[in-house]
């Protein structure tokens, strides 16, 4: 098994380094507004024991909040959630201690003493993530796997270790035509192996499988568990218990919460009415004119395409190509010929999906959420990929965490990459929240800036 040795001490470091900031902040703001206080043996006991206090909620709340759990394949987004949600918990907890304290500790300006707090807590955490990010892309810390049982949802896992670099995994291949215990064993000693990828649905017996799974507990071999891709069954339940009795469930997802629907739809119809009166209002008008002045042609482009519960709605766009036949059945090519100049252009900011607001307001879609798909193009894919229908257990929205990631579907090997794109949307409907969205619509907002290099 390979040793990873560093991991604990980085993470303790990690948290002192948090501790270290909390601690500046607020002394910082304590000695700075109560200049004329008189200082004594007392009153730095009472500071001390409140820093303590305070370093006893940031743990404790970190331990619900998950911030210094960090796997390596922890994306941003997912990332970012954690911090603001951890960060907001905290700073109620410090407000509420403050109200019902008379120590002048908690009481020393706390708005700007959460601003700067969470500026410095949120720059060092990201130069952190990037930074280890950025040493496992050039080889530094990375972790030995190797894949058996390999298939279609094995192919992919190896498609996203070999483009992301940054995960840090290193693949070792092994040729498991004839495979022998004896010579696993060798194999993981030799290379160091420290994670085993077994398909669900391999090919072994049941005699093999049980000693794989006995040897690598011996070897101190992590075993992880890749389902198959036509296998939703995984993502139909939940594992519960009686007592000690393990049972399986059928899953509820975040948004089949009405109290959670509630918040996800008064945050559309603000959004998208903020969205629609001080900015549409003057940029419809202007890229309508340039269509209309470059092509023939209607300004908007209806297409029908599957809602919520797979419900057909017209999903309403800029009309970004030349008027053609093809446009309900052909997908987006590379240097398609039918998009036009500005077209190009409104497709690289996605500013050809501004009046989808318009189907947010009529409750069609949502601002974040599974983007939809031609009809035909859903048809294609649903009797291929098994969890393709979960999708549309969710509004479709004008962003999703796909499209921010990168996973469009239609560039490279159209099969795996559609398969990468379910499965971000699949990973939506399974853990929505609100911070998710919110960092979700930042990352779409940074890439109309920037432009989606991605983008057809």
């Known amino acids: 098994m390979q040793r990873i040795r560093y991991s604990r001490y980085l993470k303790s470091i990690i948290i002192l380094l948090d501790l270290v900031v909390i601690a500046s902040i607020f002394m910082f703001f304590f000695i700075s507004r109560n200049k004329e206080l008189k200082y004594s043996p007392e009153t730095w006991y009472q500071n001390i024991f409140s820093l303590l206090l305070l370093f006893l909620f940031w743990m404790l ?3 619900r909040t998950k911030i210094y759990n960090i796997p390596r394949n922890l994306t941003y987004t997912l990332f970012l959630e954690r911090l603001l949600i951890h960060f907001l918990l905290f700073t109620i907890g410090v407000l509420l201690i403050g109200k019902v304290s008379y120590n002048a500790f908690f009481n020393s300006d706390t708005y700007w003493l959460s601003f700067y ?29 190797m894949f058996l049982g390999e298939n279609s949802s094995t192919e992919i896992l190896r498609n996203i270790f070999t483009e992301r670099k940054d995960y840090g995994y290193r693949i070792f291949d092994y040729n498991e035509a004839n495979i022998s215990i004896e010579d696993l064993v060798g ?22 499988e049980s000693e794989i799974f006995r040897l690598a507990e011996a070897n101190k071999v992590h075993i992880s568990l890749i389902p198959s891709i036509t296998q939703s069954d995984f993502f139909l339940y939940d594992l519960a218990y009686i007592q000690t009795q ?11 919460y009405y109290a959670n629907f509630l918040v996800k739809r008064t945050t559309d119809i603000v959004f998208s009415v903020f969205v629609l009166v001080f900015i549409c209002s003057w940029l419809f008008p202007i890229i309508a004119i340039l269509i209309k002045a470059t092509t023939k042609g209607p300004v908007f482009f209806l297409q029908k395409r599957y809602g919520f519960h797979e419900e057909i709605f017209t999903c309403i766009k800029f009309r970004t190509m030349v008027v053609n036949e093809e446009s309900s059945t052909k997908t987006t090519e590379e240097n398609d010929s039918r998009i036009t100049k500005i077209g190009k252009f409104l497709r690289k900011t996605s500013l050809d999906e501004m009046p989808q607001f318009i189907n947010v307001l009529r409750g069609e879609m949502s601002v974040v959420g599974p983007r939809p798909h031609m009809l035909a193009v859903d048809n294609y894919y649903k009797p291929k990929i098994g969890r393709y229908s979960l999708r549309s257990m969710v509004n479709p929205g004008i962003t999703g965490l796909a499209q921010v990631n990168g996973l469009r579907g239609d560039f490279g090997n159209a099969e795996v990459e559609m398969n990468k794109r379910v499965l971000a949307d699949s990973f939506y409907v399974r853990n929505w929240s609100f911070v998710l969205d919110l960092v979700i ?16």
């Not at 952190?128 to 080889?139: C, D, N, V, W």
């Not at 993981?188 to 017996?205: D, Q, V």
Request: charged share 15%; glycine share 8%.
């Open 117 to 145: 707090l969470f500026f410095f807590i949120f720059l060092i955490k990201s130069i952190i993530y990037f930074g280890i990010k950025s040493f496992r892309s050039l080889g530094v810390n990375y972790r030995n796997v």
């Open 61 to 63: 709340l970190s331990g």
């Open 441 to 456: 619509i930042l990352k779409t907002v940074l890439l109309v800036i920037g432009g989606d290099k991605n983008a057809k």
């Open 246 to 256: 393990p049972v399986l469930n059928q899953a509820r997802y975040p948004l089949d």
């Open 187 to 208: 194999f993981w000693k030799e290379n160091g192996i420290h994670t085993l990828f077994l398909s669900a649905e391999n090919s072994f017996g049941e005699n093999t």
